[in-house]
């Protein structure tokens, strides 16, 4: 490696978005990417909310959601086939069991929700007061609390 790539390196490091995934123990899981890199799926998804990381559910789980667009979560969130389609494709190929497991869930469950999985529950369960619900309206609004969470920070603000 040389000089030139090393200070490349160590002044593009500060500026990858990684998030810790983790088991019900508390364990530390692999380090994911948590910003969305494709246009099409965050234009598209962050039309009603913010476009959630591919890597906070495991593949099947971004199947199961494109395919039924029409019923997502009491909206019609229908999108033209080839559209649905480059989005799919992009959530799968960056899930969070693309060649790696997702701790905490079994590889027969499919999660629909994020906020249904382990290391959510984990972060939020006694830190989420009353109050910050209310503001919130759905544990879904992760941008209510994490101001930076549409740029991939979900640190506590």
């Known amino acids: 490696m040389t000089i030139r790539t090393l200070t490349l390196a160590l002044c593009v490091l500060p500026f990858t978005l990684t998030a810790t995934l983790a088991d019900d123990d508390g364990e530390e899981g692999r380090r994911a990417a ?3 890199t494709d246009p099409t799926t ?11 990381p591919a890597a906070f559910l495991p593949a099947r789980s971004w199947q199961a959601l494109m395919s039924d667009l029409p019923n997502h979560f009491g909206e ?13 494709a992009y ?12 701790r905490g869930v079994a590889e ?11 290391w959510f529950k984990r972060e939020h369960s006694d830190e989420v ?11 879904a609004n992760c941008a209510a609390c994490h101001t930076g969470a549409e740029r991939g920070n979900f640190d506590d603000d």
């Open 34 to 36: 948590i910003v969305v």
């Open 42 to 52: 965050k234009e598209e998804c962050s039309a009603c909310h913010i476009a959630y």
């Open 76 to 88: 019609d969130a229908s999108l033209d086939d080839r559209t649905r389609a480059d989005i799919e």
């Open 91 to 102: 959530l799968v190929a960056n899930a969070a069991d693309g060649g790696r497991s997702l």
């Open 108 to 118: 027969t469950d499919t999660p629909l929700r994020i906020s249904e999985l382990p």
């Open 129 to 139: 007061t009353p109050r910050m619900m209310e503001k919130a309206k759905s544990m």
